[in-house]
């Protein structure tokens, strides 16, 4: 029973993303800056700190020569980051194609491509081949980095093929999956081409993890009403191996959230921002600038809101905080002039010589900046068509301890499940019910206010990203074990 003698208190941990931590900006011959990347999956895993842990992913640029590559390799590695080098080609068929046009839109229940879309269905197997030529890739970084007793964790759509070329090189490796994106119910899985090859490579993990229970319960569906194999209650079984499913919900560091609202220059932006909306109540949108966060219809709700409440006009404003995303793909570029139109004509319509109803920037807001604004925010509006978990609504909360604002927030994201019962649940589908949200959170009573707040900030400050990561680590631990002992008995 050697194996139960404990562990190490710092286990190593290889985290594969496709994404790094950090972008790279190349700045000369042999110099680059590094920027912290955007995203729900970087927020979640930089708030993990008990692991000695190395990131392995791609930096977010192409760099064809030789020199660029040693000296990015060099820079990232002092923030244990490790390079994949990406070449455009497949960066362009792996990321732009498979991943974000068809597998994101697929995940999030927008289907497959259609119409001007067809075209990238016609080169689907290319892109496909794409896809499991640059897992194979990543495979082949972790496998030369790889110290035995490592765990390495996979995480997200990106990475669905990766399990199966590390079990490839070593079937004793540790080998975990997360998916940080809903997985749909096995009806819209089915009509993906490639549906099977990608659940077998799943399955080749030890330990397959998602946010909620129902993406769980999809994805054993799916393996049996596809790949015909057996759902138990701890997995799927496949040939006497078991794959363990389960659900672990991920958090944020709010610590570090709760921690920088003391600090002098927040305080200071925080005045500021009061001051600049001192006569007007203040919603707030923060979202990477993406068709499933629900933004055309979250501004076309704010208009029915303006339009049926005219008293309103000029004492409420919407801040959308969009970072442009993924803008290499036309249904982003598509997106981005749709957001533009709809915002100029509804200020257009309600603004004054002085004042305007959105404020829409078309970036990404620094740490302190961001969190200033979501402790100064009174309503903040979560409408996305399907999400994962989404983070946001969680930061919102982690910073409205003296404010105690109100978070209007989709039943169709992850979050609904762990902050529903303080949120103001919608249908973003709906915009009327949108509206009537907007009206009923501005006029919200304290207590009201004070009651819904708290049951959300005590899930937010107890469930967080370091707890995830733990419990998904000890779970992959406790697999292996289990398996160990199947084996010798
Ligand atoms: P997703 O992972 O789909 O982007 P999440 O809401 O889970 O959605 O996570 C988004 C993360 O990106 C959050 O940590 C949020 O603070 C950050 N983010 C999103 N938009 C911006 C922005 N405009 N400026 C700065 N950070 C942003
Ligand atoms: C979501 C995905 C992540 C991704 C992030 C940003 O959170 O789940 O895997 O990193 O969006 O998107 P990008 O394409 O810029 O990495």
């Given amino acids: 029973f050697e194996w139960l003698d404990g562990r190490p208190s710092k286990q190593r941990l290889l985290v594969v993303a496709n994404r790094l931590p ?4 190349r700045k000369g011959e042999d110099s680059w800056q590094l920027e912290v990347s955007v995203g729900g999956l970087v927020t979640a895993l930089l708030g993990v700190k008990e692991f000695e842990a190395r990131w392995i992913g791609w930096a977010g640029v192409n760099v064809p020569d030789e020199i660029g590559q040693r000296a990015l390799t060099k820079a990232l590695a ?10 455009e080609e497949i960066v362009h068929q792996y990321y732009n194609g498979y991943c974000n046009n068809i597998l994101w839109p697929l995940f999030h229940y927008l289907g497959l491509p259609q119409e001007d879309r067809l075209a990238t269905t016609r080169s689907f197997q290319s892109q496909f081949d794409a896809y499991k030529k640059a897992n194979q890739m990543f495979a082949d970084v972790v496998n030369e980095h790889y110290e035995e007793g490592d765990v390495v964790w996979c995480h997200d759509y990106h990475l669905m093929f990766l399990p199966k070329c590390l079990k490839e090189y070593n079937s004793k490796m540790k080998v975990g999956w997360f998916l940080h994106t809903p997985f749909p119910s096995s009806e819209i899985h089915r009509t993906l081409p490639s549906r099977s ?8 993990a030890d330990l397959v993890g998602f946010h909620t229970y129902d993406y769980a319960r999809h994805f054993v569906s799916a393996c049996t009403r596809i790949l015909g194999l057996e759902g138990t209650p701890e997995g799927v079984e496949n040939q006497g191996k078991l794959t363990r499913v389960a659900a672990f919900p991920i958090g944020i560091d709010s610590d570090r959230f709760i921690r920088a609202l003391e600090l002098p220059q927040v305080q200071e932006h925080m005045k500021e921002l009061k001051e600049r909306f001192s006569d007007r109540k203040v919603m707030l949108g923060v979202d ?16 029915k809101f303006l339009e049926e409440n005219p008293n309103w006009r000029d004492k409420v404003v919407l801040l959308q905080i969009a970072v442009p995303t993924r803008t290499d793909v036309p249904e982003y570029q598509k997106l981005t002039s749709q957001v533009h139109e709809i915002v100029g004509r509804i200020n257009g319509k309600f603004g004054t010589l002085t004042a305007v109803p959105i404020h829409h920037l078309d970036r990404s807001l620094d740490f302190h900046a961001l969190c200033a604004l979501y402790a100064v925010t009174d309503v903040a509006l979560v409408t996305s068509l399907r999400d ?14 003296s404010k105690k604002g109100v978070l209007i927030l989709s039943e169709f994201a992850g979050a609904a499940q762990s902050l529903g019962a303080g949120a103001i649940l919608v249908n973003p589908w709906n915009i009327t019910e949108v509206a009537n949200s907007i009206g009923y959170a501005l006029n919200m009573p304290p207590d009201e206010r004070e009651k819904r707040h708290w049951h959300n900030f005590m899930h937010v400050t107890t469930h967080t990203s370091q707890e995830w990561a733990e419990t998904f680590v000890s779970e992959l631990n406790d697999t292996i074990l289990e398996a160990q002992l199947r084996t010798k008995q």
């Fill in 22 to 25: 950090v972008s790279a900006i």
């Fill in 78 to 87: 002092e923030k244990r980051c490790i390079p994949v080098f990406l070449d």
């Fill in 288 to 303: 990477r600038l993406d068709m499933i966060k629900g933004i055309p219809q979250k501004i076309l709700a704010f208009e």
């Fill in 388 to 401: 994962g978990m989404n983070l946001v609504s969680y930061e919102f909360v982690a910073c409205q301890a």
């Fill in 197 to 204: 090859e990608l659940l077998r490579s799943v399955l080749a």
